[in-house]
T-cell receptor, first 116, second 112 residues
Framework: AQKVTQTQTSISVVEKTTVTMDCVYETRDSSYFLFWYKQTASGEIVFLIRQDSYKKENATVGHYSLNFQKPKSSIGLIITATQIEDSAVYFCAMREGGTGGYKVVFGSGTRLLVSP | AQTIHQWPVAEIKAVGSPLSLGCTIKGKSSPNLYWYWQATGGTLQQLFYSITVGQVESVVQLNLSASRPKDDQFILSTEKLLLSHSGFYLC???????????FGHGTKLSVL
């Protein structure tokens, strides 16, 4: 069965610095899709970035980028030049290929606190 | 543009009472629909998904049921609430089985 693990419960950084959040996944499928979402204090869940397993290049969107290490089953999220409003809980998620993709598994989340 | 609307925003219910939560997606034909539950400070646990009208698949058993009576509507319900049902319920949709999820704003449920 697929599994997603986020070991960092919380991270505190000073704004304008770079932060990396870890995520390790387990799957038997050769094709899978990895996502990062953030949940704001209001509960709203926002999609940030995705990485498809067959793509070698790390995805980048704005000040979010991924460190995809397929041999280690790892998909780290990197936020550069952090801002106060980046404070949120960040979830890693995985979908397997084909009909397995209807089950979307989330990690336990990492709380990020960005301070002035 | 597609929109997703969940109702109600919040509910306070007694143990043993029935529950019905709803979700409507506008602007998207035949979306894949999902229900998630989140305990306070917890992860997102998928409950159900639906690929088409009238068909719902259960992912985890929590004494809840779901139905999809219309293409754009997803309902989560139970006849008897438990204390353990408290939490945050989120509806989501996606275009296909490998695309990102779009979440609603959620319903906060308190069972007393």
């Amino acid at each position: 069965a697929q599994k997603v693990t986020q070991t960092q419960t919380s991270i505190s950084v000073v704004e304008k610095t770079t932060v990396t959040m870890d995520c390790v996944y387990e799957t038997r499928d050769s094709s899978y899709f990895l996502f990062w979402y953030k949940q704001t204090a209001s509960g709203e869940i926002v999609f940030l970035i995705r990485q498809d397993s067959y793509k070698k290049e790390n995805a980048t969107v704005g000040h979010y980028s991924l460190n995809f290490q397929k041999p280690k089953s790892s998909i780290g999220l990197i936020i550069t030049a952090t801002q106060i409003e980046d404070s949120a809980v960040y979830f890693c998620a995985m979908r397997e290929g084909g009909t397995g993709g209807y089950k979307v598994v989330f990690g336990s989340g990492t709380r990020l606190l960005v301070s002035p | 543009a597609q929109t997703i609307h969940q109702w109600p925003v919040a509910e306070i219910k007694a143990v043993g009472s029935p529950l019905s939560l709803g979700c409507t997606i506008k602007g998207k034909s035949s979306p894949n629909l999902y229900w998630y539950w989140q305990a306070t400070g917890g992860t997102l646990q998928q409950l159900f998904y639906s690929i088409t009208v009238g068909q719902v698949e259960s992912v985890v058993q929590l004494n809840l049921s779901a139905s999809r009576p219309k293409d754009d509507q997803f309902i989560l319900s139970t006849e008897k609430l438990l204390l353990s049902h408290s939490g945050f319920y989120l509806c989501a949709w996606s275009q296909s089985s490998n695309e990102r999820l779009f979440f609603g704003h959620g319903t906060k449920l308190s069972v007393l």
